[in-house]
Each structure stands twice: as structure tokens, then as C-alpha cells.
């Protein structure tokens, strides 16, 4: 309800790459992110192929990955993608093909934090390879205005987001003049 979806939805629009997402759960194993191998048929034969998982396609086409309430994912499984998303840029499926992200790879994960000891987030292994944006929930007066349409009090502001490399500057406009956010 704060926006985290949408954003992550925009990006690959804005800069013309592909998305691959997935919602993770706890019952999640690495197979669906990473690759499975999987039987077809051909001549009256069948063979095993492995087929790419949703985060080895999007690194394979340069794409984003997103990976929606990633927290509930088994520690392992998260950190099993750790290769992919450090400067090694890379992961191996388990038939040992290797996988090699594009230069434009980009990997995205959301959850929702909790103040609730019980309650797991991301592993601190997998957490240090990400930049971490908090999203707080708009006032409810604003909400109520926007969802009833009521924009003619707000005050519009321009914002962007440069990526370069692996970096990505927040910024706004200032009159004619980009700054950071």
C-alpha cells in the first residue's frame, strides 16, 4: 500500500528492460529462481533440459529482477542468490551451467519490515548487497484527497532516478535544474 510494487513495475518501463518477478513464500526452493531441469519430448523420446529460473533469465537478458516479500524465503535460498547479486555477477545452476549477468542487470527485492522479534527479514549477508529505501505510508488526508481526485491542493514535484553502472542517484527538479534527492 505504499508504493514498492508500482516503482519497481516502473523502472524496467522507464529504461526499456524486461522484468522478471516472482512472490517468494517460505515453501520456496531455489528451483523456480535459479533453473530446474524439465522433461520434453521429441521423436517419441523424452529429455531432461534445464530451463533458466525467474532471477537467471532476467541476468541473461539484462533485465530486472524482482523478488516481492523476499524475507519469507528460506535463509538459504536467499542466500544462494548472493552471487548474483554482489560483483560477481553470476550464479551456477545445479547441471553447472554457469550463469553471467549483462551490465544493465539489476536485481530488486521488497518486504515488509516488522518491530516484531519473531518475525525474520532478509539475512544480513544477502542485505549487504542492496541499497535499502524506506516507504512510509502517505498521511491520511492525502491519501483521501488523491483517491477521491481532490489534486488541486497538492504541490507537484519532479523526481527521477539516474542509473549509471551500478549506481542509482535520486533527484529532483529545482526550477530548470536537477539535484540530488
Known amino acids: 500500500g505504499?508504493?514498492?510494487?508500482?516503482?519497481?513495475i516502473q523502472l524496467p518501463r522507464?529504461?526499456?528492460r524486461p522484468l522478471f518477478d516472482i512472490t517468494c513464500d517460505s515453501y520456496m526452493t531455489e528451483a523456480p529462481l535459479?533453473?530446474?531441469?524439465e522433461l520434453s519430448g521429441q521423436n517419441g523420446s523424452t529429455v531432461t533440459k534445464w530451463e533458466n529460473g525467474v532471477a537467471s533469465k532476467a541476468a541473461e537478458e539484462n533485465g530486472f529482477f524482482y523478488g516481492d516479500e523476499f524475507d519469507q524465503l528460506p535463509g538459504s535460498v536467499q542466500k544462494r542468490l548472493n552471487s548474483l547479486f554482489d560483483d560477481r555477477r553470476c550464479i551456477t545452476r545445479r547441471d553447472g551451467k554457469v550463469?553471467?549477468?549483462?551490465?544493465?542487470?539489476m536485481g530488486v527485492v521488497s518486504y515488509n519490515p516488522s518491530e516484531r522479534l519473531s518475525k525474520r527479514e532478509?539475512?544480513?549477508?544477502v542485505a549487504?548487497?542492496?541499497?535499502?529505501?524506506?516507504?512510509?505510508?502517505?498521511?491520511?488526508q492525502l491519501e483521501a484527497s488523491l483517491a477521491l481526485q481532490n489534486t488541486d491542493s497538492l504541490g507537484l514535484?519532479?523526481?527521477?532516478?539516474l542509473i549509471s553502472g551500478d549506481t542509482m542517484r535520486f533527484m529532483y527538479k529545482?526550477?530548470?535544474?536537477?539535484?540530488?534527492?
Not at 535459479?34 to 531441469?37: E, K, Q
Not at 549487504?128 to 491520511?140: A, N
Open 122 to 125: 532478509l539475512e544480513e549477508a
Open 34 to 37: 535459479v533453473g530446474f531441469p
Open 128 to 140: 549487504d548487497r542492496f541499497v535499502h529505501l524506506s516507504f512510509e505510508y502517505l498521511p491520511p
Open 2 to 8: 505504499v508504493g514498492k510494487t508500482d516503482m519497481v
Open 174 to 181: 529545482s526550477g530548470s535544474t536537477w539535484k540530488d534527492y
Open 14 to 16: 522507464i529504461v526499456g
Open 157 to 161: 514535484e519532479e523526481r527521477a532516478i
Open 99 to 105: 550463469i553471467t549477468a549483462g551490465d544493465n542487470f
